[in-house]
T-cell receptor, first 113, second 116 residues
Framework: GENVEQHPSTLSVQEGDSAVIKCTYSDSASNYFPWYKQELGKRPQLIIDIRSNVGEKKDQRIAVTLNKTAKHFSLHITETQPEDSAVYFCAASHMNRDDKIIFGKGTRLHILP | NAGVTQTPKFRVLKTGQSMTLLCAQD?????MYWYRQDPGMGLRLIHY???????AKGEVPDGYNVSRLKKQNFLLGLESAAPSQTSVYFC???FGPGQGALDEQYFGPGTRLTVT
């Protein structure tokens, strides 16, 4: 089955700097890669996703890149702000196979003032 | 729309007791999921359902049972609770894979369960 590794487990960046979170997956057939953000005490919410037919996707200050050959994908947050402090989860799935989504263990992002 | 709701929000059980967690969604989603979240372990899938009357095992199904008798409800049961089942439980729902832009999972607010 699919296995998703996420690094780092904790990340601290100065406000205004960029943050990068990296994930690798094991199943080369996986074709859907969402990222979820979970603020303290809240439920996870989708912030961006990418499919295997696309190498990069951007939405304002966040972007995701996908390298299918290396089986890794990354989340990039630019111009970080205090409200970006949260736990971020990557995930992988094969969306045409009715497969379940497997999550990484999460990255706790701290934005330092 | 209420979205995804979970009942109860908090519960304390003694070892060996049983309980049922209820998840309800009003978005006409086909797929529903139960996850547990433990510190440093991320979200681990317990069981999921791809439609009314169907269920399937996830990554950590042992000690749990589920039922999906109605499309809008997904129940998670613990027959004999153990301290290892102390966790925060999240339910989620989605239209299902391959639905284009509708693959997003919507999560409920969570249930904090403590087993002593």
């Amino acid at each position: 089955g699919e296995n998703v590794e996420q690094h780092p487990s904790t990340l601290s960046v100065q406000e205004g700097d960029s943050a990068v979170i990296k994930c690798t997956y094991s199943d080369s057939a996986s074709n859907y890669f969402p990222w979820y953000k979970q603020e303290l005490g809240k439920r996870p919410q989708l912030i961006i996703d990418i499919r295997s037919n696309v190498g990069e996707k951007k939405d304002q200050r966040i972007a995701v890149t996908l390298n299918k050959t290396a089986k890794h994908f990354s989340l990039h947050i630019t111009e970080t702000q205090p409200e970006d402090s949260a736990v971020y989860f990557c995930a992988a799935s094969h969306m045409n196979r009715d497969d379940k989504i497997i999550f990484g263990k999460g990255t706790r992002l701290h934005i330092l003032p | 729309n209420a979205g995804v709701t979970q009942t109860p929000k908090f519960r304390v059980l003694k070892t060996g007791q049983s309980m049922t967690l209820l998840c309800a969604q009003d978005m006409n989603h086909e797929y529903m999921y139960w996850y547990r979240q433990d510190p440093g372990m991320g979200l681990r899938l317990i069981h999921y359902s791809v439609g009314e009357g169907t269920t399937a095992k996830g990554e950590v199904p042992d000690g749990y049972n589920v039922s999906r008798l109605k499309k809008q409800n997904f129940l998670l049961g613990l027959e004999s609770a153990a301290p290892s089942q102390t966790s925060v439980y999240f339910c989620a729902s989605s239209f299902g894979p391959g639905q284009g832009a509708l693959d997003e999972q919507y999560f409920g607010p969570g249930t904090r369960l403590t087993v002593t």
